[in-house]
């Protein structure tokens, strides 16, 4: 198939390479763009917890770094697992999951914690990590260390679109697919935009392009980039 993927460039890159490896053909057009925000990480912490690989980059130019990356950390699944190892982060515990197995795995194994965990997040985030742990008698503090900006709507998707050379669109996030239908209105291709397969990690972001009048949406059925390549098996078989 020729596939579309919309996420921020690094992993965009990776997602292209798994898809490529199965025999797709991928265009790369990044609609947002992850830049690091300034945050005070100093304190006593019990560790890390975080649900992006694009986290841990968000701490590279940080004065706090030095003594976090000594903190055991845990990873929501295995790509932001090896995106804190690449950090500096040396001990790494994967969920290997959701948000849900997340939760699970913190409440199984720090509920003794010392001190409070350190959450470094995104400025977009699908959930409320922090008041999760609460439930389960875990203090834990949120600190916004990334935030995904709006990048231009890119002239290689747009003649993609044009040319009726895509097969569907994978979107990650709810910024990105309505940065998608923004860029395409403005581009004059709203039609194709919409016309082709929209596939999508969980249902809000699918409702953009639901009320834009998108008519062909399929959702993953776990919000994690293996469920949501899955949703391509039909079409393959």
Not at 166 to 190: K, M, P, T, W
Request: charge should be negative; charged fraction near 20%; aromatic fraction near 2%.
């Amino acid at each position: 198939m020729r596939l579309v993927v919309t996420r921020p460039q690094a992993d965009s890159e990776r997602t292209a390479a798994t898809l490529r490896a199965r025999g797709h053909a991928v265009l790369v057009a990044p609609l947002l763009r992850v830049e690091p925000v300034a945050a005070d990480l100093s304190g006593i912490w019990g560790a890390v917890i975080i649900t992006s690989a694009n986290a841990p980059g968000g701490i590279v130019g940080n004065s706090a770094r030095a003594a976090l990356v000594k903190l055991p950390l845990i990873a929501v699944g295995q790509r932001s697992a090896d995106a804190a190892r690449q950090a500096g982060f040396t001990d790494v515990t994967s969920a290997g999951g959701d948000v849900r197995d997340l939760v699970q795995l913190i409440a199984e194994r720090h509920t003794d914690a010392a001190a409070p965990l350190l959450y470094l997040a995104g400025e977009d985030r699908a959930a409320d990590l922090v008041a999760e742990l609460v439930v389960h008698g875990i203090a834990a503090e949120m600190a916004v260390v990334y935030l995904a900006v709006t990048a231009p709507f890119p002239p290689a998707l747009t003649a993609a679109l044009k040319a009726g050379e895509v097969d569907a669109v994978l979107h990650f996030s709810r910024r990105s697919a309505e940065n998608y239908i923004a860029g395409a209105r403005q581009a004059g291709i709203i039609e194709q935009a919409l016309a082709v397969r929209h596939l999508c990690l969980a249902r809000p972001i699918a409702e953009p392009l639901s009320g834009a009048g998108a008519g062909s949406i399929a959702v993953a059925k776990r919000p994690d980039e293996a469920a949501l390549i899955g949703l391509l098996e039909p079409a393959e078989g």
